[in-house]
């Protein structure tokens, strides 16, 4: 008799609202607020949306395996470093994040960032993100995007021989050998 050991419950989704610092010089920062959320249909990742006087949250998005090891050593290489610190005697986090446009430099309360690392580690612990990823829906996604207003590709049948390719657009039809 075959067990299906799954367990098909999802847990909910993770969300905490955080003041951090933007540094802009050695003395000078700006506060900052930041949703970090965490989706377990998403189980190997974590977002965090900057919120910016009202406008569309800007969003980063990175491995929880970074956040959670960020809290003890520092971790990173390119876009994304996270490294722990301590700051006017109170431990913190540091996020540098760059991209084509700059650089940003962020500290967040330690203590905050922590609790929630822990909350999606007892949400959905590392090593068992497979048990929550929903790889069909994932991989239906993927092949279901087209670029905005272009076509929709899917496979042709019978070899796309003399069959029209994309949308019915003979462009795409496979040359003949």
Do not use: K
């Not at 090891?69 to 520092?74: I, Q, S, V």
């Amino acid at each position: 008799m075959n067990v299906d050991t799954h367990d098909h419950r999802t847990p909910e989704t993770i969300d905490s609202l955080l003041r951090l610092r933007l540094l802009l010089g050695p003395d000078a920062a700006v506060s900052v607020t930041v949703r970090f959320h965490y989706d377990p249909r998403r189980p190997y990742g974590i977002d965090a949306l900057f919120h910016a006087d009202g406008d569309t949250p800007i969003r980063w998005s990175f491995a929880r395996e970074l956040l959670a090891e960020g809290l003890t050593r520092p971790v990173g290489l390119g876009d994304i470093q996270i490294w722990p610190s301590r700051s006017h005697g109170r431990g913190v986090v540091f996020i540098a994040l760059r991209s084509a446009d700059g650089t940003a430099l962020l500290e967040a309360p330690h203590g905050p960032l922590a609790a929630f690392a822990a909350e999606v580690e007892a949400a959905v612990p590392l090593g068992q993100e497979e048990r929550f990823a929903d790889l069909d829906a994932a991989l239906a996604a993927l092949l279901d995007r087209r670029p905005a207003g272009g076509p929709r590709y899917r496979p042709c049948s019978g070899g796309c021989g003399g069959e029209r390719g994309v949308d019915g657009d003979r462009s795409a039809e496979r040359p003949a050998d």
